[in-house]
C-alpha cells in the first residue's frame, strides 16, 4: 500500500541519479497527479489524463517556487472536471497565454504607436500628435488594456488638457499649454487611437466617442469648431495695422517676409514655412507657381499648386541673396538645413501685438475673398479644400486654375490697396464668369 503523499514527505525526497516520480497517494489525493524529482534537485508536479484516448501531460507548477501539495491537488482537480466536460486543459492553458499576450500587446501605447507610425502623417501633423500623445494622454492611459478604458479614463484625460498650464517648448522657453483647442486634439487623437483598436478586434466599442467635444453645450447636435483667431471682415484697422507693422519689424528678414508671404497666399503655415526652392516652377500658362508636393499636404491627396501674384514673386525675389544657398526658402535658424520652426510666425504675430493666428491668416483671406464676389468653389481649391459634396467631388476635377490666378493677384493687390489706405471701387470685383472652368 502506498504510503499517503505529504508535504514534509515532499521537502525531504531526495533527488536520485535519475529522475523519478512520486505518485499522489491518500485520501485526498487525484488519480495522475504526481511529483517528477530531477537530479538537478526541482520537484515538478504533472498531472497525467487522457483525452480522446490519447495519453496527456499537464505541469502544474514547482515545488520548490511555492507550489504547495493542496495547490496542485485543487489545480488538478480543476484540470479534470475540465477533460470531463471534453475540454483540453493544455490547449485551454496555452489559448489564455495567448490572450495575455495579446492584452499585454494591447495596451493603449502600444495601439498607439502602431497608429502614429502607419506612413500617412505630413511630418508636422505626425510630430503635433505625438505631442499631445506623449504630454496629455500616454501618461495616464499608456500602459492601460485598451479592452478595460471607461468613458471615465478619456474624460479625466480630456478635462486635464482643458485646463491651461505653465510648460517648457523644445528650447526651454515658458509657455502656456492647455485650452478648449487643445483638449479637442487630444480627444481627437483618442479617438483615432481606438478606431485602430476597434479595427484590429481589440475592443467592440470606442468609448471615446462618448465623450462630449470640449467647448459644446449639453444638447448641441454637432460640434461646431471654433476658428483660429483673425481678422474680421470690417477689420480694415487690424490688418492695415499688420500691413504696415510688418515692414518696420526689426525682426529676422527670412521671419518678415514668411510673414508677408503666408497673408499673399494663405497657404497652411507648414506648407509655407517648409517650403523648398525646387518647387517653384512655372505653369501651363507660363507664369510662376508655387508646388506643394502631396507628401506635405494635409490629406495627402495631391500636389497643391499655388499660383503666385507680382508681389508674392517679389518677396520671393528677395529671399534669393539670403537663403538661395540653402534647400528652404525659409531655413531655421540654428540649421540651414532644415525649415523654419513651427512656432516661429506666431511669435512674430505676437511681438506685433497683433491677436490673430498664422492659420487665421486662411479664414481672412477666404471670407474677403467671397465678398470680393470670387466663386466658391474656386476659394476652397485655393485653400485646398475638398469640396463637401461627394457626388460633385466625383465629377468636377476642375482645378479653376485662370480664376485663382486672378483671385490671388485680385488678393495681393486688395491687400496693396488695404495697406495704402484705398479701397477697390464699388467693393465687389466682378470676376463670377471665369468661376466656371
Known sequence: ?????????????????????????????????????????????????????????LALGDYNEGVTLSAARETARAAKRA??????????????????????????????????????????????????????????????????????????VVKRAERQRRSKDVHGRPKVVGGTIAARHVRTVMVSVLVEAVQRDLVDRN????????????????????????????????????????DSYGGEPTSIAATKLLLFLFTRPSELRCARWDELTVGADGQPLLVIPRERMKSRREQHEVPLSRQAVAIIEGLRPLTGDTPYLFPNRRDRGRPMGSSTLQRVLERLGVDVTPHGFRHTASTRLHELGFDSLAIEAALAHSDSNRIRARYNMSTFEATRRRMMQAWADCLDNLKAGRKPAGNVIPLRAGGAE
Do not use: C
Open 207 to 246: 468609448v471615446a466617442r462618448d465623450v462630449p467635444v470640449p467647448g459644446t453645450r449639453k444638447g448641441d447636435a454637432a460640434h461646431r469648431p471654433t476658428p483660429f483667431r483673425h481678422f474680421g471682415l470690417r477689420d480694415d484697422e487690424g490688418l492695415r495695422n499688420l500691413l504696415t507693422s510688418v
Open 1 to 57: 500500500m502506498l504510503k499517503a503523499l505529504t508535504d514534509r514527505a515532499i521537502s525531504t525526497a531526495k533527488p536520485g541519479a535519475k529522475p523519478r516520480k512520486i505518485f499522489d497517494s491518500g485520501r485526498d489525493s487525484v488519480a495522475g497527479l504526481f511529483l517528477l524529482v530531477r537530479p538537478a534537485g526541482s520537484k515538478l508536479w504533472r498531472l497525467r489524463y487522457w483525452l480522446n484516448g490519447s495519453e496527456r501531460l
Open 83 to 156: 477533460v470531463a466536460d471534453g475540454v483540453d486543459p493544455v490547449a485551454q492553458r496555452r489559448a489564455g497565454a495567448a490572450e495575455r499576450q495579446r492584452s499585454m500587446a494591447a495596451t493603449f501605447g502600444a495601439v498607439a504607436a502602431a497608429w502614429l507610425d502607419d506612413g500617412k502623417w505630413v511630418p508636422a501633423v505626425k510630430r503635433q500628435y505625438a505631442r499631445y500623445l506623449d504630454r496629455d494622454i500616454l501618461p495616464a492611459l499608456g500602459p492601460m488594456p485598451v479592452a478595460d478604458l471607461r468613458r471615465s479614463d478619456i474624460a479625466a
